[in-house]
């Protein structure tokens, strides 16, 4: 989004500032960057290009280093390469990050089709046979349905498949001995987040507990964690991600680039307020605790 009066030619000098000569004048940087959107970012950038016959993008990167750099780059990329990228990095090398995975396929289900696009011409291979390569199992399973699915609108709801979802999700798991986990997939990755938060509501009053709840007994590891996800307000989960990011021994940075690169400002305040909701506590606190320098000064400005 382009605020009216926008001035990119303003914004562009702004940053040339910032980087040219000898130093960089974060400060500014960060200031210039956090405020925009990245309908403005891009459009900075042309300016950019314009006006100083340099790349934007390549004169931050030469000016900056570790997961400042990281996240300043991710904030002014295309967003379909911004996600094929993160896609990549949660792939990449031994093990996989199964949490930035999860994140990725479930908060930012309406970027992936362009995201497949964007992994095959930068990474010369197919996501879905990257993540059938790095998964296993019922999870993989359902990771493979998240890519390949048209993602539902985020906050549609049909009232008329409510009463059969809990049938056949109750049938599926709690009722019989066993779990029919293909029936519990096709459930929860063909529907919104909208309507599984309904799913659930409705569950819990015509069982003894959740659907959360019952997943959780039926199932376990990433599986019982990318199903759970599904069902959760998008932005409690997104909470849970950043406090997941931050808490414990050591900060998983990369998780904190998806969350803070693809949510616009007002996302971040809704998850910040969702955060103390949930965890009593301050998310920018938490998160200029657990990180340091410009790295944190530039996650805290963007919120």
Request: glycine content about 4%; hydrophobic content about 40%; overall charge negative.
């Amino acid at each position: 989004m382009i605020r009216p009066g926008f001035n990119p030619d303003a914004e562009a000098e702004a940053l040339h500032k910032s980087v040219q000569g000898l130093g960089t004048d974060d400060a500014r940087l960060i200031e210039t960057v956090a405020h925009m959107s990245r309908d403005e970012r891009l459009v900075v950038a042309e300016s950019y290009r314009r006006r100083f016959q340099s790349d934007l993008y390549k004169d931050v990167r030469d000016d900056t280093s570790g997961n400042y750099r990281e996240l300043l780059e991710k904030l002014m990329l295309p967003r379909p390469e911004v996600v094929a990228r993160c896609l990549h990095e949660a792939l990449d090398g031994l093990g996989t990050n199964d949490f930035q995975l999860i994140t990725l396929l479930v908060a930012f289900s309406l970027d992936i089709p362009a995201a497949v696009a964007a992994f095959k011409r930068m990474y010369k291979m197919d996501l879905v046979e990257a993540i059938k390569g790095d998964t296993s199992g019922d999870y993989q399973k359902t990771l493979v349905a998240l890519v390949t699915r048209v993602p539902p609108r985020p906050d549609f709801v049909d009232q008329s498949l409510i009463s059969a979802d809990v049938a056949t999700l109750y049938e599926a798991g709690e009722k019989r001995l066993g779990t029919d986990e293909d029936a519990i997939i096709g459930v929860l990755t063909a529907r919104s987040n909208a309507h599984l938060i309904a799913v659930n509501k409705a569950y819990a009053a015509a069982h003894s507990n959740d659907l959360s709840t019952a997943i959780v007994k039926e199932t376990s590891g990433n599986f019982e964690r990318v199903l759970v996800s599904l069902i959760l307000p998008r932005y409690e989960f997104l909470a849970s991600a950043v406090r997941h990011a931050v808490r414990g021994a050591g900060t998983e940075e990369r998780l904190l680039h998806i969350i803070f690169a693809l949510c616009e400002k007002p996302e971040l305040r809704i998850i910040a307020e969702e955060y103390k909701r949930v965890y009593k506590k301050d998310m920018i606190e938490d998160v200029k605790s657990d990180t340091s320098f410009n790295f944190a000064k530039l996650l805290t400005s963007l919120i």
